[in-house]
């Protein structure tokens, strides 16, 4: 199953999750965040993926999600937080935020670099000053559109820009990971884009990634499950008054009978949101198909 990043934000928002790994068993870390993956296709998660830097000790979660507001994107990044707390053991979270992608190009011409299990991504990361941030935008466009076509190896590159920071992203999907090296090795193409951002007050990063894993190739009900037991033995611990509510219940059976149809009406809301939503899905990978 593949993933992909948007070529621009309309219809969907992009966000990444920088973790430095702190265990000797990575792979332990990368199963837990598989499992992540899944909790969050019920957050509004149309798709997801984990990129491990190739030389380095990093790792990325990138997760595409249906365009919200900027209200409901701070709501929804308190609650990945918060689910990522019980990572903290495993992994520290070194950055975080979502991104408006403002311009792409693939080979195949469609409307967004698609990306697969075992595919070599790399990542160029320009940071500057927030009054500069709109020039170096358009100057990553410029080296971008001029070099696009020329790049032997290249099937998809996607321009992104931090919505918190004054930060450009620029990815590319390769073929291999030795075209993706005789890129990057090459002096002449690091010294004509040194040219386009020379005039600027940047800071220039840049890796190389494998994509590890998409959404679905795990089910990850196993991370689901333990949460929600954690967050129902949280809730007895901090309120202690499980046991009473259940005789009170059964003392006022006018109220027990409310509640059930409260719960059906609930339940019956949720499986309206949920057909709702897997609609949008299928119309947004009709779109990027």
């Given at each position: ?13 992009t ?14 870390f990368v ?21 491990r ?16 507001s ?42 967004a ?16 000053t ?19 076509q ?33 890129w ?33 190739d ?14 129902l ?12 509510e259940?005789r ?19 339940n019956s809301?949720?499986?309206?949101y ?16």
């Amino acid at each position: 199953m593949a993933c992909f990043v948007p070529f621009n934000n309309k219809n969907l928002d992009t966000s990444f999750f920088i973790f430095r790994p702190t265990v000797v068993l990575v792979d332990d870390f990368v199963d837990e965040l598989k499992k992540f993956s899944s909790c969050a296709q019920s957050l509004g998660c149309v798709r997801s993926s984990i990129f491990r830097s190739i030389h380095g000790n990093m790792i990325i979660w990138y997760g595409t999600w249906l365009k919200m507001s900027s209200k409901n994107k701070d709501l929804l990044t308190a609650t990945l937080l918060s689910m990522l707390s019980n990572l903290s053991s495993m992994a520290i979270i070194t950055e975080h935020s979502f991104f408006d992608a403002y311009a792409g190009e693939s080979i195949d011409g469609s409307s967004a670099a698609k990306f697969s299990t075992g595919d070599i991504i790399s990542m160029n990361v320009a940071a500057t000053t927030s009054s500069d941030l709109y020039d170096l935008s358009y100057g990553i466009l410029a080296i971008f559109k001029s070099r696009f076509q020329n790049i032997e190896g290249i099937t998809a590159s996607v321009c992104l820009r931090c919505e918190i920071m004054p930060r450009v992203v620029w990815l590319n999907v390769w073929k291999s990971l030795q075209l993706c090296y005789s890129w990057i090795l090459n002096k002449e193409s690091r010294k004509s884009m040194l040219l386009y951002l020379d005039r600027f007050s940047v800071n220039l990063k840049y890796d190389i990634f494998r994509v590890i894993h998409v959404s679905g190739d795990h089910n990850g009900l196993n991370f689901q499950s333990s949460s929600a037991n954690q967050l129902l033995e949280n809730g007895k611990e901090s309120t202690g008054t499980g046991s009473a509510e259940l005789r009170y219940a059964a003392n006022e059976p006018c109220i027990a009978v409310f509640s059930n149809y409260i719960s059906c009406f609930v339940n019956s809301v949720y499986k309206f949101y949920n057909i709702f939503v897997n609609y949008l899905r299928e119309l947004i990978f009709l779109e990027y198909d």
